[in-house]
């Protein structure tokens, strides 16, 4: 199925989100669209996919003129859109989900049947191995992702439009991704696929359209570097890799021995962890998401509800058992993996946003009063050091992209003499400008000496920072091994296979 | 909207007034007249004249007409001077009477609806503020009617016995919440009905009942326990400094104070709040027994300014109208204190209303219903008034600034 959008434009008030956008997905092509968060990528694909209404511009399928006004017309003409957060009903099995809006009849009652044999058929022609009986709940990311393209298929759909389609996926579930969507164009289904991780895209996609402020900046090949396309994303030349001098580390600061923790219904989480990061030094914890990392960050902080035993040290003071409070007054920085449920108060200014643990302490309060020309004083400061891309210190961190929230989270801790830096997936859902320059900033917390730990699930990132890696897999720590060893080997190690 | 020209489907921009209109404020204002236009219609249909002349519609409906029209513009012009002013009487402390009513009543609920108002900026949803003001207001007429004090010690003793009433009521909740997770609605929602029976059953004790009487009342508190009234005419008292002062500090404690910030970061996003250091279990304690204080002053101000003695029905369902108070006023203080006026002068115009036109005073309460209606669903109103849509804070987002 062929898509063409002619001249595109999108306004919200006197901001374009769109401008002038002409773009024309081939049959059986996977078209890229490559730019920042905020580019206006998705509001694009909303716009094609009936959500919006575009100011001005035409939509064709198959060279026929078509005038969406919502997603049910959209779907009619063959244009299906699997959304960055899904759109399931978690307690309802898979064949329900599909059915559902579409529901197949027998008399008065659901003809689950038919639902279950149409599942079936799309996910053995497709080769997507999904069970109709399954309750979506009990799924794993990437089959809810599968369920949500058999949704599409299963209504006909000629074009695929995936936003953001690997935020949420795993390194082997991405690659399993980009295996199907190979599949489905072999089968003669169009692809969008929108994405701001070059790897991906230039693994996936036929052909990258690049957005950047709303406006296709141009056109490139999957053979063009990667320094290109990011020059291209970012209207700007962008270093890929981290400049590190080399390391110096000192005393051990953070040392962690015997640590284990269960969770609430006792079942064990951390198993007997026992390492150290020195001053200095950047240790990174890879691993498959849910194996440990995020609870292990959750115990280094005192914000973990289970029982913890064993011992963690920061230059020889004990934390265990300690409040949040008590650890983060103490020297600990601490970056959540998951910014807008832990790491921010949406609704909060930035300013307030970037006091938010410090608040309590001089001299942003003395005696119980907020000292607010000191606040505003700082928090511009922040600002303008972290180059946060913001409308004023006064708009709520709402209103900022995800790479902005991100930094206003960093120099939040960053903004305090650390002796340690906690930051899970430090860049996740980061557009890559602010990724380069996020990086930086660890490096340059490392350079003063702080001992800093960082936990990711994307092996780049790992790679790109790492003194050392430490390597979760079920809750323990398999294996400790150099920035110098292969991703094969890594790969294995994540999975659990270990040498001896 | 420099470019405005170039595209095909050009929007007119929205007059400033529209948008005005379409922000927090200009949706509360029309809310109000939605509900009284809503509320006239019921006026109308409840006025025995204008069911006489509607039996002959069809033969003269201009007879249904204008009778409908005068009873409403009767009602309305009885409920208007029940509020602010009587253009009929002799002197001007007579005429300005009605206002003094209007802020009697509005009192104790600006007192509650700054409680429940704080609670909800720290994430909880206060239902308890009716206990709350009949535990205040045992503490207040007890300390008022046992004790023989002078003025400038036994009325802060009063007033302060009021607070600590109400904070011990609040207080339970907060720390059921805290240490237990118990809901606040429900654990509140109890704790009324326990308040309730409470003064019902102290009212038969002799500590409490006054001499010579069956009927559940206490014995008048003493002159020097008193609120000081403004004018002597007037039932006003100084019930209403302490709302003000109230609301001021509620104002202070929410945007300067290092508490009111955990509150406000606890009630917008508790894991973040938790994240950041803060002790999210004291939070909820401490906001209750604030919360729950608050209450027990609007207790105060019944005890100590208006009735001036403890019966059973001293609450009166001010806690139940703050509630109504607080989401009018979109829980910020100073729009709590404006919501409390205005419900305040409903209910002392309503009374005036039914007086002096015979309309029901429960039109008062079809009002205040209607109000808070149309104020839970701005999009219902936009789409009435053919408003633009705003970005402008939803209801929930309630947060302000450091100056705000």
Excluded: C
């Amino acid at each position: 199925m062929k898509l063409e959008l002619r001249n595109i434009t999108k306004k919200f008030g006197d901001f374009a989100a769109n401008e002038d956008i002409s773009l024309i997905v081939n049959p059986g092509e996977i078209v890229a669209l490559l730019g920042e968060n905020g580019a206006g990528k998705s509001t694009l694909m909303n716009v094609v996919y009936g959500l919006l209404q575009p100011t001005s511009g035409e939509i064709f399928v198959n060279d026929v003129q078509e005038d969406f006004e919502g997603p049910g017309d959209a779907m009619t003409a063959g244009i299906g859109m699997v959304h960055q957060h899904f759109m399931l009903v978690p307690p309802f099995t898979v064949a329900e989900n599909v059915m559902l809006g579409h529901e197949h009849t027998k008399g008065a009652f659901l003809d689950l049947d038919a639902a279950r044999s149409e599942v079936r058929r799309v996910s053995e022609a497709y080769n997507l191995q999904v069970d109709p009986d399954a309750l979506v709940e009990d799924l794993p990311v990437g089959v809810q992702q599968r369920v949500e393209i058999i949704k599409a298929l299963v209504r006909d759909a000629g074009v695929l439009i995936l936003d953001e389609p690997t935020a949420v996926l795993t390194p082997q579930e991405t690659d399993e991704l980009l295996g199907i969507m190979r599949d489905l164009k072999a089968k003669g289904t169009s692809i969008v696929f929108i994405s701001h991780k070059l790897r991906e895209v230039q693994a996936a996609a036929d052909r990258i359209v690049v957005i950047r402020r709303g406006r296709v900046v141009g056109e490139a090949s999957p053979e063009a570097t990667k320094a290109e396309l990011a020059g291209m994303m970012v209207g700007r030349e962008v270093s890929l890799t981290v400049e590190k001098p080399p390391g110096n580390p000192g005393e051990p600061v953070l040392q962690v021995s015997d640590l284990s923790a269960a969770d609430l219904e006792g079942r064990p989480i951390l198993r007997d962890l026992n390492f150290e990061v020195r001053a200095g030094e950047i240790l990174g914890v890879a691993g498959v998401q849910g194996n440990g990392q995020t609870e292990l960050a959750e115990v280094l902080t005192g914000l973990y509800e289970g029982e913890v035993t064993g011992s963690i040290t920061m230059d020889g003071k004990e934390l265990t058992g300690r409040t949040p409070r008590e650890i983060l007054d103490g020297g600990l920085g601490y970056v959540p993996e998951d910014r807008e449920h832990d790491g921010l108060i949406s609704s909060f200014t930035v300013t307030e946003n970037l006091v938010l643990d410090q608040f309590g302490n001089a001299p942003y309060s003395s005696g119980g009063v907020l000292k607010s020309a000191v606040i505003d004083k700082r928090a511009d400061e922040l600002i303008e050091e972290f180059d946060v891309r913001t409308q004023g210190a006064a708009a709520p961190v709402s209103s900022l992209s995800g790479g902005n929230k991100q930094k206003v989270v960093m120099a939040r801790e960053m903004s305090r003499e650390l002796r340690v830096l906690v930051a899970s997936q430090p860049t996740r859902g980061v557009d890559v400008g602010s990724i380069e320059f996020l990086h930086k900033r660890i490096v340059s917390e490392r350079e003063r000496g702080a001992a800093v730990l960082i936990i990711s699930s994307e092996l780049d990132e790992i790679y790109a920072l790492s003194d050392r890696i430490a390597v979760m897999y079920r809750g323990a720590i398999i294996g400790v091994v150099g920035p110098d060893t292969s991703r094969d080997e890594m790969g294995l190690l994540m999975a659990g296979v270990t040498n001896d | 909207m420099t470019d405005a020209t170039t595209v095909t489907q050009e929007q007119k921009p929205p007059s400033r007034v529209r948008t005005a209109l379409s922000g927090t404020a200009g949706i509360t204002f029309l809310s109000i007249v939605m509900a009284l236009i809503i509320g006239a219609f019921f006026i109308a249909f409840s006025d025995p004249a204008v069911q006489d002349a509607s039996s002959y519609f069809f033969a003269k409906p201009f007879d249904t007409l204008s009778a409908a029209w005068t009873s409403v513009v009767e009602a309305y012009k009885a409920l208007l001077t029940g509020m602010l002013f009587n253009p009929d009487a002799s002197s001007l402390v007579d005429a300005l009477k009605p206002l003094s009513e209007t802020i009697t009543m509005a009192t104790p609920l600006i007192l509650g609806g700054l409680s429940v108002a704080l609670a909800f900026r720290a994430g909880l949803f206060n239902i308890g503020a009716e206990g709350q003001i009949i535990l205040g207001s045992i503490f207040a007429a007890y300390i008022g009617f046992q004790f023989s004090l002078p003025w400038f010690i036994h009325l802060p003793l009063a007033v302060l016995g009021a607070f600590i009433g109400g904070a011990i009521w609040g207080g339970i909740a907060g720390f059921l919440k805290a240490k237990t997770g118990a809901h606040e609605v429900i654990t509140t929602i109890m704790l009324n009905w326990i308040a309730i029976y409470l003064v019902a059953w102290l009212l038969t004790k002799p500590a409490f009942l006054r001499e010579g009487r069956q009927d559940p009342i206490s014995p008048p508190v003493a002159d020097s326990a008193e609120y000081p009234s403004i004018v002597d005419q007037w039932r006003v008292h100084a019930g209403i400094i302490v709302a003000i002062l109230a609301a001021a500090a509620v104002a202070w404690l929410l945007d300067k104070s290092t508490l009111g910030f955990q509150f406000r970061a606890v009630g917008a996003n508790a894991n973040a709040a938790r994240t950041a250091g803060m002790n999210v279990s004291r939070m909820y304690l401490l906001v209750m027994l604030i919360a729950g204080g608050l209450a027990g002053l609007a207790g105060s101000a019944q005890v100590l300014g208006t009735e001036k003695s403890l019966t059973g029905g001293i609450s009166a369902g001010i806690g139940f109208d703050a509630i109504t108070v607080a989401l009018l006023g979109r829980a910020n203080p100073w729009g709590v204190v404006a919501a409390g006026l205005l419900f305040g002068g409903l209910r002392a115009g309503g009374l005036n209303m039914q007086t002096a036109t015979g309309t029901p005073i429960d039109i008062v309460l079809v009002i205040q219903a209607l109000i808070v209606l149309f104020i839970a669903a701005p999009p219902l109103v936009r789409s009435v008034f053919r408003l633009p849509e705003t970005g402008g804070a939803g209801f929930m987002q309630t947060a302000k600034g450091w100056n705000g």
